[in-house]
Nanobody
Framework: QLHLVESGGGSVQPGGSLRLTCVAS????????IGWFRQVPGEEREAVLC????????NYLDSVKDRFTISRDNANSRVYLQMNSLKPEDQAVYYC????????????????WGQGTQVTVSS
């Protein structure tokens, strides 16, 4: 079975940091583009960052530029989302997703999804 599992979410004060981890099982992560998405209740899921198999990064949100970084560790089937200087507007459920093609902000381009991890930013 092919699975993605996110972890690392939690509650943090504004200005704090979190590192989300996406672990893949049942398939080799090497040949997939991995995207991080987030969703707030009542809103559409939005793309945040993506890293392709060549480690090229696509940033889909100007609001996270210079605060969020994405990286991958293929040997351990992991992709990370480092989030610094968190703001209340970053609060959402964060999902990782794997796709066979190049990075895309379109959710339909991704074949596998994790269950999501909640990030809460509040004082």
């Amino acid at each position: 079975q092919l699975h993605l599992v996110e972890s690392g979410g939690g509650s943090v004060q504004p200005g704090g940091s979190l590192r989300l981890t996406c672990v893949a099982s049942g398939f080799a992560l090497d040949y997939y583009s991995i995207g991080w998405f987030r969703q707030v209740p009542g809103e559409e899921r939005e793309a945040v960052l993506c890293i392709d198999e060549d480690n090229t990064v696509a940033n889909y949100l100007d609001s996270v530029k210079d605060r969020f970084t994405i990286s991958r560790d293929n040997a351990n089937s992991r992709v990370y989302l480092q989030m610094n200087s968190l703001k209340p507007e970053d609060q959402a459920v964060y999902y990782c997703a794997a796709g066979n093609y190049v990075c895309s902000p379109d959710t339909s381009e991704y074949d596998f999804w994790g269950q999501g991890t909640q990030v809460t930013v509040s004082s």
